[in-house]
């Protein structure tokens, strides 16, 4: 059953702690986004203060008053748990990425393997931040990285903090939903 | 009357002063009402022949009718319309009249088109290698060099600016024994190609053929390139499945040009790929009833800004 048949039509944002899925669900959700937050106590992974521990919800709600419910899940390892709930159902997923933290192309891996079951129209897109730092990987390595393993995803440079580029990625989760229900291959 | 828009580019400044004189005295004397312009905007430019060959080069692959000024001291050169300087305006008359006649006689030609599918073809033939030391350098017809090399392009500021906007032509590329300078601000090779591409004549690319289907193979990004709502739509399409490029147009519901500067754009940027000559077939979604999820994602479609 899909997501809008069971009345929720559902979009995750993933990734490591600190690539910004907080603030990208605060630049979009016409709420003030419900968060989990708690004292960072990981500052090795990451120096920011507060991390989300369970998850970000937002929503937008449309013309018709049906609901787009935005969840951000935590980034971190222990809480892996709660990528499975939350991504059960959801009709696309955002991986949002830091190209300047170590390891960021293992990181997309690592978020991909966890995602790509949930999304049943191959409805992926990742967004990297940070990729004018000096020595970050550029988008294409990371487009590289999805090429080896045979997914055609599209992967954005975006700074989260700016609406626009969040705005983008969703835009481009909804093209690539249309699409495939418009122009898909049928099951 | 046809009123025609003149360019003079490389002339010494006492050419330039002689030819922007003569103008005004021919002016009601010709068969076209002639203005001056910048050179992108130009129908016909007013060249030097001085140099090493390599500027009238550039001038001529922009497609445009280039009058080719010489002084009195050179031989005759095997080009169409030749003006010698010092004029006199019965010639200067004539040959504005001749090209005037050429231009008549095609009215339906897109002005400045070989020039952007011959830095196009170029750019085909060196993307693959653009990763390489050796530098290729093209010109601008306002005179700007632009350069191919490393994986990057290096050019002006301001050229580069022109070039997003989509406001910039260039010649083929060729190549040179000389380097860019080390502080010229560079983009990605691939990110000049699609801007080439995206700016290029409104036909199918000659490299691209209406009977074969393709697919993008990678995603432009976006972040980087800036996006606009049809070419996220045709990305959308074409990673779902490959399309004739007449089928991408019908199914799209974009214009034509649009298709094809798409397809240009994702091919010389080497993220497209031919998908044999499969027609896609007949869409799915015509004629069907809307389902929940097709009404929601149109809600969600319209609420982003989005074609319903």
């Known amino acids: 059953?899909?997501?809008?048949?069971?009345?929720?039509?559902?979009?995750?944002?993933?990734?490591?702690?600190?690539?910004?899925?907080?603030?990208?669900?605060?630049?979009?959700?016409?709420?003030?986004?419900?968060?989990?937050?708690?004292?960072?106590?990981?500052?090795?992974?990451?120096?920011?203060?507060?991390?989300?521990?369970?998850?970000?919800?937002?929503?937008?709600?449309?013309?018709?008053?049906?609901?787009?419910?935005?969840?951000?899940?935590?980034?971190?390892?222990?809480?892996?748990?709660m990528w499975d709930i939350l991504g059960r159902g959801a009709a696309g997923v955002i991986v949002l990425l830091d190209a300047s933290a170590p390891g960021a192309l293992v990181q997309l891996d690592v978020f991909v393997d966890a995602f790509i079951p949930h999304v049943a129209h191959g409805a992926l897109v990742v967004g990297v931040g940070r990729t004018d730092v000096p020595n970050a990987p550029s988008t294409d390595a990371f487009a590289a990285r999805l090429d080896a393993r045979g997914i055609v995803a599209p992967v954005l440079s975006v700074d989260v903090r700016r609406q626009g580029d969040v705005m983008m990625l969703v835009r481009t989760l909804v093209c690539i939903l249309g699409s495939h229900t418009a122009h898909g291959v049928p099951a | 009357m046809p009123t025609l828009k003149i360019c003079d580019v490389g002339l010494q400044p006492d050419t330039s002063h002689a030819f922007h004189s003569m103008l005004t005295i021919v002016a009601g004397r010709s068969k076209a009402a002639w203005q001056l312009a910048g050179v992108e905007h130009a129908d016909v430019l007013f060249a030097s022949s001085e140099g090493d060959g390599s500027a009238f080069a550039a001038w001529g692959a922009t497609g445009k009718p280039v009058v080719l000024v010489i002084d009195d001291r050179s031989s005759w050169p095997p080009a169409p319309f030749v003006l010698r300087h010092p004029f006199r305006v019965m010639q200067l008359l004539s040959v504005l009249d001749d090209v005037a006649d050429l231009l008549a006689a095609s009215p339906g030609r897109e002005r400045g088109d070989p020039s952007r599918w011959s830095a196009a073809e170029s750019l085909r033939a060196l993307m693959p290698q653009s990763g390489n030391a050796a530098w290729h350098v093209t010109r601008t017809p306002l005179g700007e060099e632009v350069w191919l090399g490393h994986g990057?392009?290096?050019?002006?500021?301001?050229?580069?600016?022109?070039?997003?906007?989509?406001?910039?032509?260039?010649?083929?590329?060729?190549?040179?024994?000389?380097?860019?300078?080390?502080?010229?601000?560079?983009?990605?090779?691939?990110?000049?190609?699609?801007?080439?591409?995206?700016?290029?004549?409104?036909?199918?690319?000659?490299?691209?053929?209406?009977?074969?289907?393709?697919?993008?193979?990678?995603?432009?990004?976006?972040?980087?390139?800036?996006?606009?709502?049809?070419?996220?739509?045709?990305?959308?399409?074409?990673?779902?499945?490959?399309?004739?490029?007449?089928?991408?147009?019908?199914?799209?519901?974009?214009?034509?040009?649009?298709?094809?500067?798409?397809?240009?754009?994702?091919?010389?940027?080497?993220?497209?790929?031919a998908n044999g000559s499969e027609q896609a077939p007949a869409l799915l979604a015509r004629g069907r009833v809307q389902s929940g999820w097709d009404r929601f994602l149109g809600g969600l479609r319209r609420h982003l800004g989005l074609a319903a």
């Not at chain 1, 039509?9 to 669900?25: D, E, L, N, Q, Y």
């Open chain 1, 1 to 81: 059953m899909s997501g809008v048949e069971a009345g929720e039509f559902k979009i995750v944002f993933t990734g490591p702690m600190g690539a910004g899925k907080t603030t990208a669900i605060a630049a979009i959700s016409e709420v003030e986004p419900v968060r989990t937050e708690v004292e960072n106590t990981d500052r090795v992974a990451h120096a920011k203060e507060s991390t989300t521990v369970g998850f970000d919800f937002g929503r937008i709600t449309l013309a018709d008053g049906s609901v787009v419910r935005l969840y951000g899940t935590p980034g971190q390892m222990r809480y892996r748990f």
């Open chain 2, 152 to 273: 990057l392009v290096r050019a002006a500021a301001r050229t580069i600016a022109r070039l997003r906007a989509g406001e910039l032509e260039v010649a083929a590329f060729h190549p040179t024994g000389t380097s860019p300078p080390a502080d010229a601000p560079a983009i990605a090779a691939c990110d000049f190609a699609w801007y080439v591409g995206l700016s290029g004549p409104a036909r199918l690319a000659p490299w691209l053929f209406a009977d074969v289907a393709y697919r993008l193979r990678r995603w432009p990004d976006f972040g980087r390139l800036g996006v606009n709502t049809g070419m996220l739509e045709l990305c959308a399409m074409s990673t779902v499945r490959a399309w004739t490029p007449a089928a991408l147009v019908e199914a799209s519901g974009q214009l034509a040009a649009d298709v094809h500067r798409f397809l240009a754009a994702a091919s010389l940027a080497g993220l497209l790929v």
